[in-house]
């Protein structure tokens, strides 16, 4: 690894070539090298053609031949990772509507006045209450007023706060709704990509030839599709979008002043 002006330069270890890495880490130029790379850990050599053979063997680091799976074992595994995707997508959905039921639970739930944890504190507040109607209805008569109109404090008890109001409830509940479906969506991708994972490397220990290896490298990588976002861009971006909004405006009134 170097670092000229400020920037990381690591050699790759696919290609060779020296490249400016986003990590100190960063061992592959590109996706390509990387799928290179894997191939060439991964991918088989086929054994010598023998009536109904269909195993591959493989290379391990110490030089050792082993008989990998068979193309009846591939098919067998690929239909076991398949039928676990299913499963576990179903459950993804069931543990949705699942925490959806604990959550309204939660929301109905009501509390007791005489619960021992605050049944101490609520005596105390009714025999305030009990107190201080007793000086109001004391200092009325003192002033001569008739004891029908006096006023009084009344102790009250909320036993589900303000989960007691319609608005709150709705609004909790639209919170609840959008993250146990973002919780949901990000289970099944990474559902999706351990079954994908899984598929191709069963996939791979079959392929001998270079343009079927090559064929995976052309599948871009997430990063690359979506590259990091540059703080210092920002700016540039927002002015930019910003223009483009004031001339598809003055566009607009253009074609209108043409009309008329």
Known sequence: ???????????????????????????????????????????????????GASEMTETTPRGETNVTMTKTERAELSGIVKRNHRVANAAVTQRKADLMGDFEAAMARQWKADDEAWADAVE????????ANRAIAERFEELGLPEEIAPSMVAGWADRGENAKAQRRAELRRVAQSRAEAEAQRAKLELDRSEADLLTRLSVSALTSEEACSFLAQVPSVEALMPAIDVEELPAVVEAAVEAAKEAKRAERARWAALL
């Open 1 to 51: 690894m170097s670092v000229t002006d400020g920037a990381i330069r690591n050699a790759c270890q696919g290609c060779g070539e020296r490249f400016e890495a986003a990590r100190s880490d960063a061992a592959y130029c590109s996706p390509a090298c990387r799928q290179r790379a894997y191939r060439t850990r991964r991918t088989p050599s086929p054994l010598p053609a023998t009536a």
């Open 124 to 131: 105390t507040a009714r025999k305030a209450v009990a107190e």
